[in-house]
């Protein structure tokens, strides 16, 4: 049993969780700073730090009001360590720190990649049959790995370039469509005919990485004018919803059919797969149609970065036995399964 505080700020959402046992949402609360990025077309790091400073106390406040419960009912307070950007990062686990020593409550850093893994573990009654082939894809990441059991990592493979989601937004920005380009591509896409443009796929055979970095350049130069100017002009003659369409079906066919590939070989019994890009319905679609294997996604809310998830990959670390000192350093490069894998 646990009943856990989870605080994420790894990017540019500001959130925080009451979880028990790793099932049960009492409470996910999110700040995003999607308008304030939206002005520069991606991220801005410092910006993020600060608003994440501006909101994170009434952040966590409002989860444990709506919880209905305090920081002297908790049994630990569990903050992402990493990876992501170490300015945003850093505001999260001090301010946790902070939180666990005045309470007097343990401490639990948590992976990033991992709480996106574990965002369908609520509403879960049991555990799916391990082993369990993971795809990640967001925004920063894009991973495919075998889970075992809980905390038991395999990388099988990943992005060479861009990530997934970072190939969404910057085709978005390449077609003028507003920031984060991921779900405004796939609305736009579902009114374009994806046999029009039928763009390079990246297999790399023999390996499980990916490569969307010559899929987004293709785009650009069949829609601009000059892909050599530093803000590209789109040719008027080219359909924008064309466009994404097909550029979205190049990029699910080849998450998917290496998935499911990766999947088969590895004996899994599901697949699972999280992260802001997991809520496209193509991408969905295509795992779908792939493979044989139960798909498991998580509700939409539970895609992008929230706490729910980091308090729910922290309750299985709970009860491991995995505790942190307040020594605990951000790891803006923190690849899945190291240090704090367990069995």
């Known amino acids: 049993m646990s009943l856990l505080l989870g605080i994420e700020t790894s990017c540019d959402e500001t959130a925080a969780a009451v979880v028990r046992d790793g099932r049960e949402i009492l409470t996910n609360v999110v700040a995003s700073q999607v308008d304030l990025h939206a ?8 910006l993020a730090s600060r608003a994440h400073v501006e909101a994170i106390t009434a952040v966590v406040d409002e989860a444990l009001a709506q919880a209905r419960t305090s920081l002297a009912h908790l049994d630990a307070v569990a903050v ?28 639990l850093g948590i992976n990033h990649l ?6 369908l573990w609520p ?31 395999q990388r099988l493979g990943g992005t060479r370039d861009d990530a997934a989601g970072e190939a969404f937004d910057k ?24 046999g029009v443009w039928r763009f390079p796929r990246a297999w790399l055979e023999d390996s499980d990485d990916f490569s969307f970095s010559g899929l987004k350049t293709a785009v650009l130069r069949a829609a601009t004018i000059d892909p ?46 999280a992260g802001g890009v997991s809520a ?5 679609t295509a795992l779908r149609q792939a493979g044989t294997l139960p798909l498991l996604v998580p509700p939409p809310e539970l895609c992008t970065d929230n706490a729910a998830m980091i308090a729910a990959a922290a309750h299985w670390r709970w009860q491991a036995g995995q505790r942190d000192g307040l020594d605990m350093e951000v790891l803006p490069r923190w690849p899945l399964g190291a240090p704090h894998s367990f069995s």
């Open 280 to 284: 496209n319905q193509a991408l969905r």
């Open 80 to 107: 992402t360590r990493g990876p992501g950007l170490v300015g945003s990062l850093l505001v999260g686990v001090n301010y946790a720190k902070g939180l666990a020593l005045g309470a007097g409550l343990p401490l």
């Open 39 to 46: 002005q520069y077309g991606g991220v801005f790091p410092e």
């Open 228 to 273: 050599n100017d530093r803000q590209p002009q789109l040719r008027a003659e080219v359909s924008v919803a064309d466009l994404a369409a097909g550029f979205q079906a190049a990029l699910v066919e080849v998450l998917a059919r290496k998935t499911a590939r990766a999947a088969e070989r590895c004996g899994a019994g599901a697949i699972l797969v």
């Open 123 to 153: 509403g879960m009654q049991t555990d799916p049959d391990f082993p369990l082939l993971v795809l990640i894809v967001s925004g920063g990441h894009t991973e495919l790995l075998l889970m075992t059991g809980h905390g038991c990592w």
């Open 114 to 119: 991992e709480g996106h893994v574990y965002s």
């Open 171 to 194: 085709v978005g920005r390449i077609l003028g469509l507003p920031f984060p380009g991921g779900p405004h591509v796939e609305r736009v896409a579902r009114d374009g005919d994806p």
